[in-house]
C-alpha cells in the first residue's frame, strides 16, 4: 500500500487544548508506534464527541486499508473526503481504498483531483498510471508515469509502473532496465523480480529469468504467477521434475484454470512417478479431476494415469492378465475379491476408461480379459447380481472405454459368436416388452455399440441405473445427434480428385478421432500476441487488429482443434471444412454441447477452396497436407486464401521421425492386412508382441495405435507423404512465406538445442539449424513438424 502521509502533515498543526485535538494527538502516536488496536479505540472516542472529525475518519481509513478491510477503508475515507475536498493526501488514500475495491473509474476520478490539487504529487501521478494500466489504458498510463518520475525520478514506484506498461507493449529491453533499477533499490520488491524474470524470459534469457523468479518465490511464495511463469521456464528447459514440483505447489495455493493447466501439461511429461507413497496418492487424486474436468486434453495425461494404476493395489490383478497372454483367466486366477475391488474401485481407473483410450498394454490386456469374463456372466442368464465379484459401474466405464477406442481390443471367434448370441437376446427382449438385464446390454456394450441394435429407441424410458443411462446417452443419443447435424451440413465445393474421394471414404467409415474435452485455452488473445508469446525472438510483423478475425481451419476432422481455435483468438470467425461428413457432423456435434457459436463447419475440398470467394487472416492444416496427392499443391491453394500479412499454421509428417511406421506399414503389406477392424486388431496384436529391436515396435508408443480410427490412420492412410526440413524450407520460399518457428517440439537438452543457438542470417537459416538438429535427434519431431508462417506484405 502508499504510505500514509494526510494524517502525519496535518497532524501538527491540529494540536490544541481540544479534547479531541488531545486525543487525536495521542492516537497519532500510537499509530507511528505500530500500536494500531489502541490508535483505532482513541480515533472512535474521538468520533464520539466529533463525528466529523476529519483527522481521526482518515487515520482510521487508512488503518483498515492497512489491515485489508477494503470496503470499510473505502467508507471512512469517503467520510474524511466529505469533511475536507481540499486534502490531496485524503483523495490519494480514498482511490487506493477504492481500487481495492475495484472501483477503478472512482479511484481515477480522485488520482486526478489529487493531482490538481497538489501539481508536484508524484506518488498520485504514478498511482494514477497504475489505474489506467488496469483499464488496459496503456499510452495514457505511460505518460502518468513519466510524469511522476519527471517530478521524482528516483520514484520506484513510476520505475515499476512503467516497466509493466514497457512489458505489455513488448518493449522487453526497456522494460529490464526499469526492473533492474527498482530491484536494486529495492532488493526485496518480489514483484519487481517477478516481472524482470517475465520480461528476460521473453527475451529469452532463461537462465537470468529464472534467478529472479526463484529470487520473487523465496521473498513471496504465495505469488501464483511466479510459480506458473517459473514452471513453463523449466517445461521449456525440459527440466519437467522441478517444474512438475511448482505446477503442484501452485496449485495448492490456488485454482484457477492457468494453474490447473499448467499442473497437467507437467504431470503428463512426467518421466517417472514420484517416491512418496502419500504425494502418489495425491498425484492420482489430481489426475482423476484433471481427466474429468478437462485440465488438458485427457489423452495426454492416459500414460501418467496408467503408470499410476500400475503402482496402486490393483496392479496385481493386472500382471497377471499381462503374464498370461493371451489366455484368459477366471476371476479366482485374476486376483483375489479384495484386489479385484481395489482395481475395479479405482476412480483414477474409471475416470481413465471414460475419458481417453487406455495408452498401456498391460491394462487392456487386464480389460480385455474383463471383458470377456463380463460376456460369459450375461451368457450365465444371471441377473445383475450375476455380474461376478466385480460391481456393474467398472463394466459400464469398460462399455465407456471401448466406445471410445472404437473396439480396438482384440476379439476371439468365440466372442464373436456370444456376442451374435447375446444381441439377439437383447433385441428379443426389447422387441416383446420383456426384461433386459444391465448386464447384458453392458455386455453388449463393451463389444458394439448401441446405435447399431434393430430398434435402439426402444432403450428410452427404461428404469436403467444411472451408469447404463451414461452408456445409452454416449452410444445412442449422441450418435443420433450426429446423424441429424449429418443432414444440415453445407457442401462449398466438389469433390472429384481421386485422392481426394479415396481420403474422404476413409473418415466417412472411420472419423479420426474420437475425443471427449478440448483442451482449455485461457483468455483469447490475438494472433500477434499469441505468436509473440510463442516465439519471442522471431520477427513477427504485426497486423492491425481489427474486430473479428477470419480463420479457416482447412481439415478439421472430428473438431478438437478447431473449437480450440475458435476459442483461443479474439473475435474469431471460423470457417472449417472437411471431406468427411462423419468427421463434420461428430465435430458439430461438439461445437454445440460446448456452446461454441463462432465456427461454420461445411463439406469442401481444399484443391477447390478458390472456387468459394472468401480470403482469410489465419489459415490452419494440421496434418492435413501430407494426405493430400501434391502437398505444395495444397500450400498454394491455401496460401492464395491467405491474406497479406496473415499466418499459417502447419503440420507436417517428418520422414525422419516415422522411419517405424514405415516399417509397420512392410509388416502390414507383407501380411496382407486390410483397413478393417478384425485386421487392425491382428496387426496390434502382433506388434505388440514383436521383439523389443524390431523396427515396427516403437509405433506402440504413438497414442495414435490404441484407438481403431487412430491406428487405421496411423498405419493404413491411403495416402501419405512424409517431408524433410529442406523440402518444408523450399515450399516456403516458393509461396513467399516467412518461417517464424516450430511449435511444441519436446523440450531438448541444451547440448541438443546449439545448432540453434550459431544459427544467423534470418529465418531460413533457422530452417537449416533445425535440419542439422534433426539429422542428429531423429525423433525430435515425432509429433510432426508443427511451424507457423506468415505471409509478407502489409495488412489489409
Not at 472405454?401 to 444381441?423: G, P
Request: net charge neutral.
Amino acid at each position: 500500500m502508499k504510505q500514509a502521509r494526510s494524517a502525519g502533515a496535518s497532524v501538527p498543526g491540529a494540536f490544541g487544548a481540544s479534547p479531541s485535538t488531545q486525543m487525536f494527538a495521542t492516537a497519532y502516536r500510537h499509530f507511528c508506534a505500530g500500536q494500531m488496536q489502541e490508535a483505532e479505540r482513541l480515533c472512535g472516542d474521538v468520533l464520539t464527541f466529533d463525528p466529523g472529525h476529519f483527522d481521526s475518519l482518515h487515520l482510521l481509513g487508512i488503518m483498515a486499508l492497512r489491515a485489508g478491510r477494503r470496503v470499510e477503508a473505502a467508507e471512512l475515507l469517503g467520510r474524511a473526503f466529505a469533511a475536507d475536498a481540499r486534502s490531496s493526501e485524503c483523495q490519494f488514500n480514498l482511490a487506493q481504498a477504492l481500487r481495492a475495491c475495484g472501483r477503478l473509474e472512482d479511484a481515477e476520478a480522485h488520482l486526478r483531483h489529487a493531482v490538481v490539487l497538489r501539481g508536484d504529487f508524484a506518488k498520485a501521478h504514478a498511482s494514477l498510471g497504475d489505474v489506467l494500466a488496469e483499464q488496459d489504458r496503456n499510452d495514457e498510463a505511460g505518460e502518468s508515469f513519466e510524469r511522476a518520475l519527471a517530478i521524482d525520478p528516483a520514484l520506484l514506484e513510476g520505475h515499476y509502473g512503467l516497466g509493466n506498461v514497457l512489458l505489455r507493449e513488448r518493449r522487453f529491453e526497456e522494460a529490464v532496465a526499469r526492473y533492474r533499477r527498482v530491484v536494486a533499490a529495492r532488493p526485496e520488491y518480489a514483484e519487481a523480480h517477478s516481472n524482470l524474470g517475465v520480461a528476460l524470459a521473453a527475451l529469452g534469457r532463461s537462465d537470468e529469468a529464472a534467478a529472479h523468479y526463484g529470487r520473487a518465490l523465496a521473498l513471496k511464495p504465495q505469488l501464483v504467477e511466479v510459480h506458473r511463469n517459473l514452471g513453463r521456464l523449466l517445461l521449456t528447459q525440459g527440466d519437467v521434475a522441478k517444474a512438475f514440483a511448482l505446477s503442484h505447489r501452485g496449485l495448492a495455493l490456488a485454482e484457477t484454470e492457468e494453474s490447473r493447466a499448467l499442473f497437467a501439461q507437467c504431470a503428463a511429461r512426467l518421466p517417472s512417478l514420484p517416491e512418496d507413497v502419500a504425494f502418489r496418492n495425491d498425484l492420482a487424486r489430481l489426475t482423476t479431476r484433471a481427466l474429468v474436468e478437462g485440465w488438458t486434453r485427457p489423452s495426454e495425461l492416459a500414460p501418467l494415469a496408467a503408470m499410476l494404476i500400475r503402482s496402486g493395489p490393483g496392479d496385481a490383478c493386472i500382471a497377471r492378465a499381462a503374464a498370461a497372454w493371451p489366455r484368459r483367466l477366471g476371476w479366482t486366477e485374476l486376483g483375489s475379491a479384495d484386489e479385484l475391488a481395489a482395481i475395479s474401485g479405482s476412480p483414477l481407473l474409471c475416470a481413465l476408461l471414460q475419458t481417453a483410450p487406455v495408452q498401456d498394454t498391460a491394462i487392456e490386456r487386464f480389460l480385455t480379459n474383463a471383458r470377456a469374463l463380463l460376456l460369459g456372466t450375461a451368457h450365465a442368464d444371471g441377473g445383475d447380481d450375476a455380474a461376478g465379484p466385480v460391481e456393474l459401474g467398472f463394466f459400464c466405464a469398460l462399455a465407456q472405454q471401448c466406445f471410445l477406442n472404437e473396439y480396438v481390443f482384440i476379439v476371439s471367434a468365440e466372442e464373436l459368436q456370444l456376442v451374435a448370441k447375446l444381441r439377439q437376446k437383447v433385441e428379443a427382449a426389447l422387441a416383446s416388452g420383456a426384461a433386459v438385464p444391465a448386464v447384458w446390454l453392458t455386455a453388449l456394450a463393451a463389444y458394439v455399440p448401441l446405435h447399431t441394435l434393430a430398434n435402439p429407441a426402444l432403450l428410452a424410458g427404461r428404469p436403467w441405473p444411472v451408469t447404463v443411462n451414461r452408456i445409452i446417452h454416449q452410444q445412442v443419443n449422441e450418435p443420433a445427434e450426429e446423424v441429424r447435424l449429418h443432414t444440415n451440413l453445407p457442401s462449398l465445393t466438389p469433390i472429384s480428385d481421386e485422392i481426394s474421394l479415396a481420403v474422404r471414404r476413409q473418415y466417412e467409415e472411420a472419423p479420426y478421432p474420437r475425443w471427449l474435452k478440448p483442451a482449455p485455452v485461457g483468455q483469447p488473445t490475438t494472433v500477434t500476441w499469441y505468436l509473440r508469446n510463442q516465439f519471442p525472438q522471431a520477427a513477427i510483423a504485426g497486423n492491425r487488429e481489427r474486430a473479428s478475425l477470419d480463420v479457416l481451419i482447412a481439415g478439421c476432422g472430428t473438431g478438437q482443434h478447431a473449437l480450440e481455435t475458435a476459442q483461443r483468438f479474439v473475435g474469431a470467425n471460423v470457417l472449417a471444412i472437411d471431406l468427411s461428413l462423419a468427421s463434420l457432423a461428430y465435430a458439430a456435434r461438439k461445437a454445440s454441447e460446448l456452446g461454441i457459436a463462432n465456427i461454420e463447419f461445411a463439406q469442401a475440398d481444399i484443391l477447390e477452396l478458390g472456387s468459394i470467394g472468401r480470403s482469410f487472416d489465419l489459415i490452419e492444416a494440421s496434418g492435413v497436407l501430407h494426405h493430400m496427392r501434391d502437398p505444395g499443391q495444397g500450400l498454394r491453394v491455401l496460401n492464395a486464401l491467405l491474406r497479406h500479412g496473415g499466418c499459417m499454421h502447419l503440420a507436417l509428417y517428418s520422414a525422419a521421425a516415422r522411419a517405424d511406421v514405415r516399417a509397420a506399414r512392410a509388416l502390414i503389406a507383407e501380411r496382407g492386412w486390410r483397413p478393417m477392424p478384425q485386421d487392425i486388431r491382428q496387426c496390434r496384436q502382433e506388434i505388440l508382441s514383436l521383439p523389443d529391436a524390431h523396427p515396427a515396435k516403437s509405433v506402440m508408443g504413438y497414442s495414435d495405435f490404441y484407438a481403431m480410427s487412430e491406428c487405421r490412420d496411423l498405419l493404413f492412410h491411403v495416402q501419405e507423404h512424409q517431408l524433410a526440413i529442406p523440402q518444408i524450407k523450399a515450399l516456403l520460399a516458393e509461396n513467399g512465406l516467412t518461417f517464424i518457428g516450430f511449435a511444441g517440439p519436446p523440450a531438448l537438452n541444451r547440448q541438443a538445442r546449439s545448432p540453434l543457438k550459431a544459427a544467423a542470417g534470418g529465418a531460413m537459416r533457422e530452417l537449416d539449424a533445425w535440419h542439422l538438429l534433426e539429422l542428429e535427434h531423429r525423433k525430435t519431431f515425432v509429433n510432426m513438424y508443427e511451424l507457423w508462417v506468415q505471409k509478407p506484405g502489409p495488412s489489409p
